[in-house]
């Protein structure tokens, strides 16, 4: 480890003198726009619908999918809501490690085909819990899009794009389901334990099984490149950066080269995490991910009990808002188009990117991890960030620090004062939250780069090294240079990511409804089970 990080930092040291130059790094910017602009243009293109009614194309992608999925699966947003608590408490552990068949003695295989295929044994492979999957990817998720995001959002559509915001977050439920119950399905399994899953697993393996074996395989290369792409970058330098200016501002450091070792520190604590693969991570993540969420939620919950009175006044301001647009760009769509869009990105809902986590989870039953990643969009964009929002719209009544219908570009600052309008100096809290979030979020970000860097060179000790020394490296120069055009192009690629998960998970979704049926037949199995147990006690009584 020591001397992985100070061969790092040797080859940084020129490097970060050589960006540090403002001239240099605005034409590093200059250049990596005139030669990329085109791919940001294309993955955000709006298709002009009238003068004011314009929905850029991947949004239309992102929430046409989520609609599909959820009229498919019988509204298992909401009808799989429960069950999937009882799921991440450990209610079923028993039938994922044995299988109802064993414990039950229910004759239906609790494996499908590729399970068998593609799994090395018969027993609940991989390597975290539900719960740690489930903040793995909360982790990946929950962060600067929950802040600063909103905030964002509510200045360009008002109080009524949290109603279509709630909206992404409930629907993206749906795809969450599809995608991660895949991820778990066509997931690979090392000789060591070692799981390997994603998108890139289920489109070159199911969609093989389709008859499209070549295809799935492009589409696999395809979201593979994307990942990487941006777990280097929006999952890492942006992340890196936004919480170093943060650093920086609240300590008011003059030191030019002070974004610079803030990014050291953190490339420092990311490699200790990383290095250990997904069980560190999610050994992180499942302490990091409840305490941060609970203490944001903790204020912001504060605050609202604080305004009690007003919090049905901003709900009516929300609800009018949605179906008005008064007052904002655009109108009613507008409105709706910048709430969806928050929603759809801040929860990466049919992006993919989280069914890399969610797959090395230990069970005998895709089904039962898609069910728990369907709370992901929930506690990410439905709680969360209609908290943020109640918050800034209670507290900006009179209007003193926000004007609706006006863009504003510092989210997390306008988030602060709303805060720290009602707790003083909560600044200082939020500036240790984005902190980390942004840690957490770049060390699930490793892991999803890593499985699509795998997927293309191979598995290997030298293959993680390369990889991981690459990761730590943007952490420095992302947390050092100005990103600009960078930035742009690794949030493309993420959302890039959507076009071959959506083509993959829409033709697989009759594997997905399979899997779930055997997955609930078996929890009826059980409850069975145990009522014809009781019956015989209090017959025996």
Same mark, same amino acid.
């Given at each position: 480890m020591k001397k992985f990080l100070l061969s790092l930092f040797a080859v940084l040291t020129p490097l970060l003198a050589f960006a540090q130059d403002p001239t240099t790094s605005e034409k590093i910017d200059a250049t990596f726009r005139d030669y990329t602009g085109w791919f940001v243009e294309a993955i955000f293109y709006e298709i002009p619908f009238s003068e004011t009614f314009q929905i850029p194309w991947v949004l239309i992608?992102?929430?046409?999918?989520?609609?599909?999925?959820?009229?498919?699966?019988?509204? /298992? +947003?909401?009808?799989?809501?429960?069950?999937?608590?009882?799921?991440?408490?450990?209610?079923?552990?028993? %039938?994922?490690?044995?299988?109802?068949?064993?414990?039950?003695?229910?004759q239906t295989p609790n494996e499908g085909e590729n399970i068998i295929e593609t799994l090395r044994d018969d027993s609940a492979d991989g390597e975290v819990s539900h719960f740690q999957a489930l903040t793995a990817a909360l982790s990946a998720t929950v962060g600067l899009g929950n802040i600063a995001g909103v905030a964002v959002a509510l200045s360009i559509g008002g109080p009524g794009a949290t109603f279509w915001m709630i909206l992404a977050g409930l629907l993206g439920m749906a795809s969450k389901f599809a995608e991660c119950t895949l991820g778990v399905k066509y997931r690979d399994v090392g000789e060591d334990g070692t799981v390997y899953g994603g998108p890139m697993y289920y489109l070159s393996k199911g969609l093989k099984e389709k008859g499209f074996g070549f295809i799935g395989k492009i589409l696999a290369v395809v979201f593979a490149i994307f990942v990487i792409g941006g777990s280097f970058g929006g999952g +890492?330098?942006?992340?890196? +950066?936004?919480?170093?200016?943060?650093?920086?501002?609240?300590?008011?450091?003059?030191?030019?080269?002070?974004?610079?070792?803030?990014?050291?520190?953190?490339?420092?604590?990311?490699?200790?995490?990383?290095?250990?693969?997904?069980?560190?991570?999610?050994?992180?993540?499942?302490? %990091?991910?409840?305490?941060?969420?609970?203490?944001?939620?903790?204020?912001?919950?504060?605050?609202?009990?604080?305004?009690?009175?007003? /919090?049905?006044?901003?709900?009516?301001?929300?609800?009018?808002?949605?179906?008005?647009?008064?007052?904002?760009?655009?109108?009613?769509?507008?409105?709706?188009?910048?709430?969806?869009?928050?929603?759809?990105?801040?929860?990466?809902?049919?992006?993919?990117?989280?069914?890399?986590?969610?797959?090395?989870?230990?069970?005998?039953?895709?089904?039962?991890?898609?069910?728990?990643?369907?709370?992901?969009?929930?506690?990410?964009?439905?709680? %969360?960030?209609?908290?943020?929002?109640?918050v800034i719209i209670i507290t900006n009544f009179d209007g003193h620090f926000m004007e609706y219908g006006t863009e504003i570009k510092e989210g997390v600052e306008l988030t602060a004062v709303a805060f720290d309008s009602v707790i003083p100096h909560f600044s200082i809290v939020l500036t240790i939250a984005v902190i980390l979030f942004a840690f957490?979020?770049?060390?699930?970000?490793?892991?999803?780069?890593?499985?699509?860097?795998?997927?293309?060179?191979?598995?290997?000790?030298?293959?993680?090294?390369?990889?991981?020394?690459?990761?730590?490296?943007?952490?420095?120069?992302?947390?050092?240079?100005?990103?600009?055009?960078?930035?742009?192009?690794?949030?493309?690629? /993420?959302?890039?990511?959507?076009?071959?998960n959506i083509i993959g998970v829409l033709m697989l979704t009759p594997v997905v409804r399979k899997e779930l049926n055997k997955y609930m037949k078996a929890i009826k199995t059980k409850h069975e089970a145990l009522e014809d147990g009781a019956d015989d006690l209090r017959k025996e009584m």
């Open positions: 992608v992102l929430i046409g999918g989520a609609l599909y999925f959820t009229v498919y699966f019988k509204l /298992i +947003n909401f009808t799989g809501f429960w069950t999937a608590i009882k799921v991440v408490q450990g209610k079923y552990e028993d %039938i994922e490690k044995h299988g109802a068949d064993t414990l039950y003695g229910d +890492n330098m942006f992340q890196a +950066n936004q919480a170093a200016a943060q650093f920086v501002k609240l300590f008011d450091l003059q030191d030019a080269n002070a974004g610079m070792y803030f990014g050291m520190g953190m490339a420092v604590l990311v490699a200790i995490v990383i290095i250990g693969g997904i069980k560190r991570i999610a050994s992180v993540t499942e302490k %990091i991910v409840p305490f941060m969420a609970g203490i944001y939620v903790l204020a912001a919950v504060i605050i609202l009990f604080a305004n009690f009175s007003l /919090i049905d006044d901003a709900f009516a301001l929300i609800y009018h808002g949605a179906f008005s647009g008064l007052g904002i760009a655009g109108g009613l769509i507008g409105v709706m188009i910048q709430g969806i869009r928050r929603g759809a990105f801040s929860n990466e809902a049919g992006v993919g990117s989280a069914a890399i986590a969610h797959s090395a989870v230990r069970t005998k039953y895709p089904a039962s991890e898609g069910i728990v990643a369907l709370l992901e969009p929930f506690v990410d964009t439905v709680v %969360i960030c209609t908290m943020t929002a109640l957490s979020t770049m060390i699930s970000w490793s892991y999803y780069g890593m499985q699509g860097w795998k997927y293309l060179f191979g598995r290997g000790r030298v293959t993680d090294l390369v990889y991981k020394f690459l990761f730590l490296l943007f952490v420095i120069i992302g947390a050092s240079i100005s990103l600009g055009a960078v930035i742009d192009f690794s949030d493309a690629m /993420i959302f890039a990511m959507v076009v071959p």
